[in-house]
């Protein structure tokens, strides 16, 4: 479902690195979800890349030359960054960082940065010691001042075979502080807490307690709220998936201890979105040692663990947002309102568990979104879109 970058203008800047080829990955990404990539190339950048790969991946004209036989190709400049929503320098050169650090427009790259009136981010790459050199380090500073925005590189072997700072950040590091940079910013000042994945309730070194859930939703509910310009901490049970970037996470394992981080954190947050599973119960006692199977009791002793958001209902102080999940199999309405009710919850998203391609580790969702006097049923769509349009709720909410 539409992505952040559908429909949007991204003109991507490459200079002359080996890193090049790694941004080709990029333009394919933003391309297959429907954004509307130009690549311009420096003429150094063209030795490591061919034009033409940029074209097949992005199905548009790759530009390098300001000087065009047409009118149209001699305004390139101009439309590329009057039209751009969002400008991307990747790699980044220590020759391409001074130049847009000092204003100089000697080809199109530099020109249409200085053209664009869209955020500017520049992606730097190259040799640790070329990156450490006072020269550069008082070009990024400048270029921040400037109010370009500059996203680290990553630290490791380069292609020089020197180890260092200096290769070009991952996808995966950027492409949140992009994503942002096209959402419209309606939770700046917010501090929002998110918990998600499921809780493990140890038997023994070897054994645990827990559940299906697989963190998706939840992270989805982070990822989405860092967009909209929160300052996000995600208290995670354990999960495989990569911290979100931009997200602060701290990692718990059982119920205790995410409510133990929860309270923590509660009383100087404005929106609490609980999506974790957190088990209700923990084996009344954990073995120090792992249990042999001859030695195993036949009946589990359990006992019932702290429910975290009746605890945080309680404690809710005015103007604070507490948003629950719950999955359920059977009459999703009346559960939701029941919890809703009994744990003061200002909207909670029940998911129907019964479905095959919804909830648990699913990649989709359909959820029936309850609140004070109200309620709205969600499309059947993917976690990344469900999380987007609970926050929608969530904004309207927060500012009755
Ligand atoms: N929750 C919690 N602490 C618990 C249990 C649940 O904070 N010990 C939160 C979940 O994170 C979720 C909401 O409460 O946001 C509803 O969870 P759910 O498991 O559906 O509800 P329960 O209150 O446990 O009720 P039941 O198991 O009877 O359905």
């Keep these: ?62 530009y390098s030359n300001m000087f065009g036989s047409s009118d149209q190709d001699a305004m390139v400049h101009i439309n590329l960054g009057r039209e751009a929503d969002l400008m991307i320098v ?72 020197e180890e260092g700072d200096g290769r070009l950040t991952d996808w995966e590091n950027v492409a949140e502080y992009f994503a942002k940079a096209l959402t419209l910013q309606e939770l700046t000042g917010k501090k929002v807490l998110v918990t998600a994945g499921p809780t493990r309730e140890p038997l023994d070194p070897a054994r645990f307690l827990s559940n299906r859930s697989s963190g998706k939703m939840g992270y989805a509910m982070a990822r989405s709220a860092f967009r909209r310009g929160a300052d996000v901490t995600l208290v995670s049970g354990p999960t495989t998936l990569a911290c979100p970037s ?38 009344a006692r954990k073995a120090e040692h792992k249990v042999k199977k001859d030695q195993i009791e036949s009946q589990l002793q359990l006992e019932q663990n702290p429910d975290i958001l009746y605890e945080l209902g309680k404690r809710k102080r005015k103007g604070q947002l507490l948003i629950g999940f719950a999955a359920e199999s059977q009459e999703l309405r009346t559960a939701g309102i029941r919890k809703l009710e009994k744990k003061r919850l200002d909207l909670i998203a029940v998911n129907d568990i019964s479905g095959i391609n919804s909830g648990f580790e699913s990649e989709n969702n359909q959820v029936l979104l309850l609140f004070a006097g109200g309620s709205e049923s969600l499309p059947h769509t993917s976690k990344q879109h469900t999380a987007d349009l609970i926050w929608d709720k969530i904004v309207s909410l927060d500012q009755q």
Aim: hydrophobic share 45%; aromatic share 6%; glycine share 6%.
């Design 1 to 62: 479902m539409a992505s952040v970058f559908a429909g949007k203008n991204i003109v991507l800047g490459v200079s002359g690195s080996i890193a090049a080829f790694k941004v080709a990955g990029w333009v394919s990404t933003l391309a297959k979800e429907e954004a509307n990539v130009s690549v311009i190339m420096t003429e150094s950048a063209r030795q490591f890349v061919t034009p033409l790969t940029f074209e097949a991946l992005s199905g548009n004209k790759t």
């Design 90 to 161: 990747a790699p980044a050169t220590a020759n391409t960082i001074a130049k847009l650090a000092n204003g100089l427009a000697d080809d199109l790259l530099t020109t249409t940065s200085l053209v664009t009136r869209a955020e500017v981010f520049v992606c730097p790459a190259m040799n640790g010691k070329m990156y450490a050199h006072p020269a550069t380090v008082e070009n990024i500073k400048k270029l921040k001042e400037i109010g370009y925005n500059v996203l680290d590189p990553a630290h490791g072997m380069m292609a020089c075979k």
């Design 246 to 283: 931009g997200v602060r996470r701290i990692e718990v394992q059982s119920a205790r201890d995410m409510y133990d981080a929860v309270l923590t954190y509660s009383d100087k947050t404005d929106i609490i979105v609980k999506t974790s599973a957190v088990a209700d119960y923990r084996p």
